[in-house]
């Protein structure tokens, strides 16, 4: 969830999404009641893991209003956590991939702005915290392009025990990617302006991984290929 959906409601007057998930609309005939998962989180915190295929654990955070639920800190201590918990059941091994909407790395943000406090140096908690549980795939938003960089470390430097990090913003939403950005550009591998539209594709597979951008619906299989930080 993205600050778009935490947005009011355009043309209604009616409470935001966030609202709304909590049990409340505009008119006040619908609700969306919480919904426990087996973690003990309500799914309109938007926070929440779960194991997505064998092997493979799925990290969900909400990184928008401001970490109104919950605090950068306490979801890279869930993150940490639940990571470890799963691993830990598994044998010590498993991949993981952490989704969320706020992109730490950029090289098209639209200003400055996009790097203030409560935006990319908030989530440094977050990023620090899936680098030490040696996160795998680490799948960003906000910015409206499509960028693939290197597996990279704390401190955004290309390094083999990295995560591999994309920008997964090219559904459709006008182009507004500007210029401004955190990131020496020779770390990016592939671009598409927002007015690209496409998807990432992945695959998972037993201890490694493959992608691949696609403009079209396709049954082709990534060809890449990218052994997991902790097969």
Known sequence: MGN??????SGTGGDEPYAIFNGNNAAGNLTFPAITGANGVATYDFTYSYELA????LVVLNTSVNFNTQTAASQATNLGNWIDTWRAANG????????LHT????????????????????ITPVWD???AHHVDIWL???VHAYEEFEKLDDQGNVSSAGIKTFTVGAGGRGQVAGGWSNIDVSKRLDYR????????KLALYDGSFGYK????????????SITCNVP
């Open 140 to 142: 960003q938003g906000h």
């Open 54 to 57: 064998p092997g493979w654990l």
């Open 4 to 9: 778009h959906e935490f947005d009011s409601v």
């Open 213 to 224: 951008f696609e403009q079209a619906g396709s049954a082709t299989t990534p060809t890449s």
């Open 92 to 99: 010590g091994h498993g991949c993981v991939i952490v989704a």
């Open 103 to 122: 992109a730490r790395w950029s090289t098209t943000f639209s200003g400055s702005a996009d790097n203030g406090p409560n935006w990319v140096t908030g």
């Open 129 to 131: 915290a899936a680098i």
């Open 193 to 200: 302006a927002s007015a690209v539209n496409g998807i990432l």
